[in-house]
């Protein structure tokens, strides 16, 4: 009998591939490369992984060739501003975050988006920069770029440039320097809006609840303490990302208890200075491996 397989698109080189990889293997499934380095295959669940051009993978998903696919969530809202559909996300995934910039020389002078009319704008986003400019009420010139957008303005392709930035360094370098945010990018599990079988629905389901704990319990942290009865409601507020912790009691202690709690955002050095002053005592932080 031929198994049914769940398809898994993600990027096959680049800056999401490892992470997706990643993701994959922390979700608790293990990948075997296959003959090709086009594909990957899961051992222990029917899952096969697709290794594609990032661009590519709205169109696999939306075609069925794949049936979820990892991508940022710009590629996908550049489909989408297109007219394109048959894909949708599921969840943001936390990693590959950057944002769709408009940037310019160091010297422009940007005083809000009435600064970009009569000018020319160069891009690989044409749907997003057109749906950005048109809400803004701009008329600028869109000169459509497959790749290597920041080198437009010095070639006199165009005034200014609309590009993902992560860190800056490279527009920096290139004399740019980022003055407007079209959109937030972040890598992003997405899936095809068609039915599927209803076991491949079930793995699905369960491989995306999997992500969903990695994804959880990368910053969170559980976190314990000992601290006066008095002090559990200023406690309660200062935990990240905490729901109502639990309370336990101390033996021999009417005035004490100790708080566990699990905190969904990081933790840092000020939130314990916070809990000592408090009142807290004996503050430990332990990592989460799993969680769901
Ligand atoms: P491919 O060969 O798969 O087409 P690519 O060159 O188009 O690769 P990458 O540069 O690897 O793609 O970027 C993949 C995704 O990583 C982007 O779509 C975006 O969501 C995210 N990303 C994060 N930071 C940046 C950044 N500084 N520049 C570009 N993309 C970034
Ligand atoms: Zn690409």
Not at 9 to 37: C, H, M, P, T
Request: aromatic share 4%.
């Amino acid at each position: 009998m031929n198994q049914k397989r769940l398809h898994l698109a993600i990027q096959k080189s680049g800056r999401l591939a490892e992470r997706s990889l990643e993701l994959v293997r922390k979700a608790g499934f293990r990948v075997n490369k296959s003959a090709s380095d086009l594909a990957y295959s899961v051992e222990n669940a029917p899952i096969d992984i697709w290794c594609v051009r990032d661009d590519d993978i709205p169109t696999f998903v939306a075609n069925g060739v794949a049936d979820l696919g990892i991508v940022g969530r710009n590629v996908l809202a550049e489909r989408a501003a297109g007219g394109g559909d048959g894909v949708r996300e599921i969840m943001p995934l936390g990693f590959g975050r950057c944002r769709l910039c408009i940037a310019g020389p160091e010297r422009f002078e940007y005083r809000g988006p009435g600064s970009l009319n009569g000018l020319r704008i160069a891009t690989t986003y044409p749907n997003l920069l057109t749906q950005f400019l048109s809400a803004a009420g701009v008329q600028a010139e869109i000169v459509t770029m497959s790749g290597a957008v920041e080198v437009a303005p010095r070639l006199k392709l165009a005034d200014l440039i609309c590009d993902l930035v992560s860190t800056g360094a490279t527009l920096e370098a290139n004399g740019l320097a980022a003055f407007e945010t079209v959109m937030e990018g972040e890598a992003t599990l997405v899936r095809s809006t068609r039915e599927l079988d209803p076991d491949l629905e079930r793995l699905l389901e369960s491989l995306s609840s999997r992500f969903r704990g990695v994804c959880a319990s990368q910053d969170a942290k559980y976190v314990m303490m000992n601290a006066p009865r008095s002090a559990l409601p200023r406690i309660a507020e200062i935990l990240p990302g905490a729901g109502a912790p639990t309370v336990l009691e101390l033996a021999g202690r009417d005035d004490a208890v100790a708080v566990h709690a699990v905190c969904q955002e990081s933790v840092f050095w000020e939130t314990l200075e916070a809990l000592k002053e408090a009142g807290a005592s004996a503050i430990l932080v332990l990592s989460i491996e799993k969680l769901m």
